[in-house]
DNA sequence: TATAATTAATTCGAATTCGAGATAATTACG
DNA sequence: CGTAATTATCTCGAATTCGAATTAATTATA
C-alpha cells in the first residue's frame, strides 16, 4: 500500500491557493464588468477610488498602495489624466514628487459611480453572511501579512 | 448625530474584496517569482501543471480552467508548443479540436519544479494551520460558486 | 436533406503591464 | 562641502492578455 493516509500539509496548501485564486477570478471577473460600463478598467478605477477616498496622493504611493509598478502607474495617471479625472500637481517641497489630485469631474464620476460599485461587490459578495465575512477578513490579513514577508 | 452605528454590510463587503485582492496579490507575487525561476510564467505554468496532473485536454478546456480567452490559449501554447513543452495532437473525432499533450521534455521539467513548487505554496500559506486553511476553502469556494452565477 | 446556429481554434490589432535604463532631485556620509 | 547612494518619475521596448472577426467543423432544425 503505497497510498497516503492522510492529506499531506502541501496538498492542503495547494488546494487553497487553486481556490483562492479561482474565488477572486469569479468576483474580479463581475467588478471588472461593473466598472467597464463607466468607461473604466480596474486600474484607473483603483486609483482613482483612493483619491476619491484618500484624498491627494504622490504618483509614487498610488502605485503601491494598487500594487502597480512605476512605469504603469505613469500610464494609468496619463490616460486619466486626459479624461480629465485627475490632475498632476508639482510637490514644492520635494521636487522629484508630482502628486495626483482628483477633479471636480472625477469626483461628480465617483459621486455616481462608487455607491454602485460598493453595492455590486455587496452581491457579489452575498455568498456569505455577515459572521463568515469577518472571520474570512481575519484570516486572510494573516495570510495576506505573512506572504509579504516572505 | 449623523454617524452609523454599526458598520454595514456594503462596508464590510467592500473590505473583504480589498483584503481578498491584498492577500492573492501577495502569495501570487511569490508564486510568480518561483515559477518564473525555471522559465515560465503563471499562464505557462497553469497549463503545463493542468497536462502534468490531468492528463491531455482539448485547448478549448484549457482555457476554461485556468481562465484564458481562446485566442491567449493560442499564445500560450503556441510558445510551449515552441519550448518543446508540448504538442498539439489533432482529435479524430471532431475534427474542430485540437489536444494539448505534454512531451516527455514536460514531464521532466514538472517533475524537477512540481513538488518545489507545492512546496513554496505550503511555506507561502503557513500563516495559517491546516483546520484555519480547511474552514477558508469551505468559505472560498461558497464565495466563488456564487460569484460565478451572477 | 439543406440551412441555420453553435463550437473550436486561429489571426489580428489594441490595451495593459512590466523591467531596464535615463533623468532629476534629495539625502547620507566621508 | 562634495561625492555617493537613494528616490520619484518617466521613456521605451517587450510580453501578455483580450475582443472581434475568420475559418472550419459539427449539431440542431425546418
Redesign the pocket.
Known sequence: MTQKKFTEESDLSLKLFVVLTRALQSVEKQIIKDIKKHGL????FAVLELLYNKGDQ??????QKV?????????????LEKKEYLK?RA?S????????TITEKGKILMDDIFPKHKEAINQIMAGLNSNEKEAMIEQLKKLGYYAQDL
Do not use: F, H, W
Open positions: 478598467n480596474l486600474s484607473e504622490p504618483i509614487q504611493k498610488i502605485g500594487l502597480l509598478a512605476s512605469s504603469s502607474m505613469t500610464y494609468v495617471v496619463d490616460k498632476r510637490c517641497e520635494d521636487r522629484r514628487v508630482t502628486y495626483a
